[in-house]
């Protein structure tokens, strides 16, 4: 891991020192699973499950926070049998899907999400025309029940595409009352007033969190980034992980540590988790 700063190394060790009391968050697509062209096929990193639950006994807990949907996260991640042995060991895991909208817990056992809101079904509706007179009928128009997401990373050119597509679908989200979420080759459109950075200070308030880290990769994940600064400016230790690539690096400037993608998340957790144990030893 790379620390940006002095003052990132110190953040580090203040919060090890309050690792029983810190929520760990991470998202999901580029923090817990590697980038792929089929959202589909984005499966959790083979040694993430292993090293979460080995993290969950040195922390309050642990919470996944995504743009997917709950139940989608938990299959493609093993997410339930994972949470099965993390409260095995008194501790809890939480799936936050749809940037906070549903939640699922490694207690209740249930993903609680609200309705539809009818400007989904209606910009679901619409969007594929857009796509077409866009010449880009290829784009993977994906329904994610309270959200909508146009893929275009299996486009020949998918940067191109993205950058055609951007504006188009950004009128007609204002024309449902909708907002955009722009990612990695993929525009997200949703319902407003609820994102990751609300799930984050949700969160740290329920379980009454003396620490706060989260590990993210893209633009989705700038709300959760600055929840967590507002945390640490009212005084609460914090952390604030990059998972880097090539292809977007839009967290490297407010980020305390940076590293190289999922493996390198997982390799900043298995330190956290040693160093946690190691001052309670």
Request: aromatic share 4%.
């Amino acid at each position: 891991m790379e620390f940006t700063s002095p003052e990132a190394e110190q953040r580090y060790a203040a919060l090890v020192r309050e690792s029983a009391d810190t929520i760990v968050g991470l998202d999901f697509d580029g923090t817990l699973s590697p980038i792929v062209a089929d959202p589909t096929e984005a499966h959790i990193h083979p040694e993430a499950g292993e090293v979460l639950v080995a993290l969950s006994a040195q922390v309050r807990a642990i919470a996944v926070i995504t743009g997917r949907p709950a139940r989608q996260a938990l299959a493609l991640g093993g997410l339930d049998v994972v949470g099965d042995t993390i409260g095995d060991l008194g501790r809890e895991l939480f799936v936050y899907g749809q940037y906070g909208n549903e939640r699922w817990s490694s207690t209740d056992r249930r993903v609680i999400s609200p309705r539809p809101p009818a400007g989904v079904a209606a910009f679901l509706r619409d969007v594929h025309g857009v796509v077409r007179r866009a010449g880009l009928g290829e784009a993977y128009v994906e329904e994610k029940g309270l959200a909508v997401a146009v893929h275009t990373r299996r486009l020949d050119e998918p940067e191109e595409a993205y950058d055609r597509l951007l504006p188009l679908i950004a009128d007609l989200a204002h024309h449902h009352d909708l907002v955009v979420e722009p990612g990695r080759n993929v525009i997200e459109v949703r319902a407003p007033g609820m994102d990751k950075g609300e799930a984050v200070l949700k969160l740290t308030g329920d379980l009454a969190a003396r620490g706060f880290m989260f590990a993210g990769d893209d633009l989705g994940d700038i709300e959760a980034f600055r929840a967590v600064l507002k945390l640490r400016a009212q005084g609460m230790a914090t952390l604030l992980v990059c998972s880097a690539s090539a292809e977007q690096g839009a967290l490297i400037d407010l980020a305390d540590v940076v590293v190289d993608g999922p493996g390198g998340v997982l390799e900043l957790l298995t330190q956290f988790t040693e160093d946690a144990a190691s001052i309670r030893a």
